[in-house]
């Protein structure tokens, strides 16, 4: 390859995972009541718009499209790698507020499939929190849009869905739950609480409601950077990355509203490894972009339950943060690493020829099939 100015693009492929930790105990009672309705709702389970809903209505058998389906809410449910806050140059701590959301969306998974995507802020990711060592963090999470309509679903309805509550667990929290209990929000409630920055490093959040594992599998999950005091070193360009896993009633490509499938979930076995929530969510007009000579820094977190093989074709990682500890000496000119469920990695490197570069998680069945 000749080394000669131009524009290099960084396609992510595969999209891949995190782990909950929920205050079950606490949640029984509501999970309890909750299966009593669900076992209501079993018998009007959606299925695949691509099957038909076979209704015995007496001696007259029809078969009726399903209109079952769910329309699009989002039309991008993916984050930009580049939609990050640039970096810190202050040199005093202070408070940073916070503000998230949830909202359950549907959108495109990849074209002509659906999925019902749980999120902070209508995206997967979550935003990027960024924030410098010795800040006070102040987290406001609302269930539910501030200003939008009043849901029309009712809160039992909510609760059916299995999302009743959510919340947030940030792995940068040294405290019981990593604010879990504190920010137990039920629909259209608010809670807020502080946190003292302690601990350089970047770190993935999530939410830690029942059933947890259900919530990250659905697209609850982002990062918080805390910068050490005396900042980063600069670099010329920034991204944020995401792998997760998801559940899908229909196998990977099964046209149509796919429905989440927790046994899949139980079993480990996702059909979709996605980088920022669907498929080719980074690549086209969506790719990390650099020029030839510039210095990249990447953050790549596992959202989800299944660990990453990390990888760039055709790069080698100048320097790697493992485990998200940035303040240790880097490991040099890395060509894999892993990344555990809800942990994530600082990368940088120099692009220096021009050309397209895949990010894959090295298990490249992910990737390629
Ligand atoms: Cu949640």
Known sequence: MNKIGGLLLFSIVLSTLTTGCSDEAKDKAMAEKVAAAKTENEKHKTISTTKMAVHSDGDIQHVIPNTAAPK?????????????????????????????YTAELVAQMMPEVTYQYWTYNGKVPGPFIRVREGDTVEIHLRHGKAGRERSEHSTTQHAVAGHYAHSIDLHAVVGEGGGAALTEVGQDQEKSFRFKATHSGIYVYHCASFHAPTHI???????????????????????????????????YGEKGFQAFDKDKLLAEHPEYFLFNGRVNALSGERALK????????????????IASNFHIIGTVFDKLYKDGAITNPPLKNVQTTTIAAGSAVMIEFTAEVAGKYLLVDHNLTRAID
């Open 290 to 305: 650099a020029k030839v000579g510039e210095k990249i820094r990447l953050f790549v977190g596992v959202g989800s339950h």
């Open 72 to 100: 699009i809410d989002n039309d991008e449910i993916s984050r930009n790698a580049d939609d990050l806050p640039p970096p810190i140059n202050r040199t005093e701590a202070q408070v940073v507020r916070v503000d998230l």
């Open 217 to 251: 599998a659905n697209g609850m999950y982002g990062m918080i950077l805390v910068e050490p005091a005396e900042g980063l070193t600069k670099v010329d360009r920034e991204f944020y990355v995401m792998q997760g896993d998801f559940y899908t009633q229909g196998k």
